[in-house]
């Protein structure tokens, strides 16, 4: 039991400790609140928020993905959710003599037990940490500092005070539970023959040490570090996005108070974007995954992340202040964030193939606050790289991204006699062919394999022809949100001229756009992608095939990211490609683990200057799995896979979209 003096040293230790963190808490908060009013619905459906957020927290869903380092995390924050009772009674029990929050229970008894063998996995979970911080060093964490050496150090030593303060204690007679603090217990045995006064000592040592580390400790993770992940990466959880990962959010441009668009400064990020940056644990796991950071690009989402973080933090108290008393037109200018915090380079390298986000064990959303940093760039200052200045001038006159004109839109269906929409006026469903493959010569070959399968399977199908156009989803993705919204509205006008159930695309980013982001515009329709469509025909009965594929035993899929990533859709051409008699073989980078062919975010339109090319990593990845054919669902990706591959030289298999190789299996096609 500590003494009075001690009592009242500890009460004023608390109650500056108290100050302090609230003081902290409100700094941190008005950093976030700073930020402009966030358009996404942030608080719509709590109980599935809060659910996300326990298995995000609690169960570490996201971390245990790599489970080496996931299971020490996990011993540690399981530790920090059971160690908060007897914090409590802890700090309490300085002034309550015998206070426990469980009572006197048999709970309470149990507690002890776990709480004393938590203090070990602990224990053991800090230096398991500490020895890959420290000594194995991954590329992708930050460089250790004295910040995590304190960290490290304050949680195993309160750890380990713990068991010392229990340990004198039982040695001295004075512990109610002895028996049931099994680890301390066996500390006690060891000091059996120790003095009196040095027991009352080391219990004093022991109680202080604890007390002393919790404060600290917790103080730590009020300065914005890293480790403020813990206190703003659960409220960052609970308000993730709900909307599909591939929507970006319609821009209003014709606000009237609107005095720029997209993001220039800090203060124009919204609060959502600024509590993202305070989220930060700095784990690099965006960057592992990253095609640019892996190709040796200037953009690293991570180093993106942080840089951002410590402008906000430069910055943000001191726009904090001038707002609170200037008026706007005397405030001091904030220096723009674009060329400075954020590299130019860096800001036109994103493919926004959502790795980070779908890797990021804090929800942050990265592709957003680069998209909005482009939107300026384009919008406002009419910056961008010089190759997308023709594919946006053609996107806007011809309606396709080469500039060829709209009358041979359909040219590649001559001789298949495929329906116009203009003629039919209604149809089960529209094929939307898009710009590839109306105009890509390889592309065309995707179109035609389609429509085999459609005739095949007895599809009431229709194309739009001439009338047909560019989404302009690169555009879009790249910053210019003008021409975007001036496609879809010329778009949509055209689509409510027929009548159809369901259209059909061959393209992901045209699904994308048409199923995620058009109802935006009030326009909402039933999409699917070509792979699911044939897969559900297959299932159905629909499409009868001959076999002919079972003597090519081996296909490698490449994945879309902004099929798999973006939208979830993973399962239906590997169904598809089994009832065509072909075997799977495993990537090592696939599913929502694949890897970008380095066409997304408009680098379709833009040459790779800079570090190695991403499709050339990716053409090698595919062709090191052996299969003899790899299957893909995208026309960017057959673009750059098969340009990558003969980039690499020989051995490379052939490349051929899931529409093909399953029209090769419908009767009557050659073996």
Not at 427 to 456: H, M, N, P, Q, T
Request: one cysteine or more; proline letters at 6%.
């Amino acid at each position: 039991m500590i003494t009075l003096p001690e009592k009242i040293v500890f009460a004023l230790i608390l109650l500056g400790a108290t100050a302090w963190f609230a003081r902290r808490i409100g700094a941190l908060v008005r950093l976030v609140r700073m930020g402009r009013p966030d358009p996404d619905d942030r608080f719509g459906n709590p109980v599935a928020r809060i659910a996300d957020v326990f298995l995000d927290v609690f169960a570490q869903r996201r971390v245990l993905r790599k489970p080496f380092v996931g299971a020490f995390h996990l011993l540690i924050v399981w530790g920090f959710f059971i160690f908060a009772i007897n914090t409590v009674n802890h700090f309490a029990g300085a002034f309550l003599p015998g206070f426990d929050m469980l009572g006197p229970t048999r709970l309470a008894l149990w507690y002890a037990a776990v709480a004393d063998v938590f203090a070990v996995l602990i224990i053991l979970g800090v230096l398991g940490l500490a020895f890959r911080r420290h000594v194995l060093r991954p590329p992708g964490l930050t460089r250790p500092s004295a910040e995590s050496v304190l960290v490290f150090t304050f949680i195993g030593g309160a750890m380990a005070a713990y068991l010392f303060d229990n340990a004198a204690h039982i040695a001295l007679g004075s512990s109610a539970h002895a028996e049931y603090h099994v680890v301390a217990s066996l500390l006690a045995a060891g000091f059996a023959r120790w003095d009196r006064l040095l027991l009352e000592v080391v219990a004093h040592i022991g109680w202080w040490g604890d007390s002393l580390a919790h404060l600290t400790l917790v103080g730590l993770l009020f300065i914005p570090t890293k480790h403020l992940h813990l206190l703003a990466g659960p409220v960052n959880l609970l308000f993730r996005r709900t909307r599909p990962r591939g929507q970006l959010l319609k821009m209003d441009l014709e606000a009237e108070d609107a005095e720029s668009f997209g993001v220039a400064k800090v203060e124009d990020y919204t609060w959502k974007q600024n509590l993202d940056l305070l989220a930060c644990i700095e784990c690099g796991r965006c960057q592992d995954y990253c095609p640019t950071a892996n190709t040796n690009k200037p953009l690293s989402p991570k180093r993106l992340i942080v840089d951002l973080k410590d402008h906000l933090l430069k910055e943000g108290p001191a726009l904090l202040k001038a707002k609170a008393g200037t008026p706007p037109a005397e405030r001091p200018a904030t220096p723009e964030m674009i060329g400075g915090v954020v590299e130019l380079d860096a800001l036109w390298a994103c493919t926004t193939c959502a790795a980070c986000v779908e890797h990021c064990p804090m929800g942050i959303e990265h592709i957003d606050k680069i998209v909005d940093l482009r939107r300026h760039q384009v919008l406002m200052e009419a910056q961008f790289p010089e190759q997308a200045d023709g594919a946006f001038r053609n996107m806007e006159t011809a309606g396709n991204p080469w500039g060829f004109a709209p009358s041979a839109r359909a040219g590649w269906a001559q001789g298949l006699d495929v329906p116009l929409m203009a003629e039919k006026q209604q149809a089960d469903v529209l094929f939307w062919v898009g710009c590839s493959g109306s105009y890509d010569d390889r592309c065309k070959r995707i179109s035609v394999a389609i429509v085999e399968i459609l005739k095949a399977a007895g599809v009431d199908f229709a194309i739009l022809g001439p009338e047909e156009r560019c989404t302009c989803e690169s555009a879009r993705r790249l910053g210019n949100e003008y021409l975007y919204q001036t496609a879809t509205q010329e778009i949509v006008e055209t689509l409510g001229k027929y009548n159809f159930k369901r259209i059909l695309t061959a393209c992901p980013h045209c699904f994308n756009t048409i199923a995620n982001e058009y109802p935006a515009f009030g326009a909402t329709y039933e999409v699917v992608h070509h792979a699911p469509f044939i897969s559900e025909l297959i299932a159905g009965g629909k499409l009868p095939l001959n076999g002919n594929g079972k003597g090519i035993s081996s296909v490698a899929v490449h994945d879309s990211c902004y099929l798999a990533r973006h939208n979830g859709i993973i399962d239906a051409p590997r169904e598809a490609l089994a009832a065509a008699g072909r075997t799977v073989v495993s990537v090592p980078r696939e599913g929502r683990k694949g890897f970008c062919c380095g066409a997304g975010g408009g680098r379709m339109w833009l040459e790779e200057t800079l570090g190695e090319r991403i499709n050339r990593v990716r053409a090698k990845e595919l062709t090191d799995t052996g299969a003899k054919t790899v299957a893909t669902m995208c026309p960017f990706c057959m673009t750059m896979l098969v340009d990558g591959a003969k980039a690499n030289g020989e051995g490379a298999p052939e490349f051929k979209d899931i529409a093909e190789i399953i029209a090769a299996a419908l009767p009557g096609a050659p073996a």
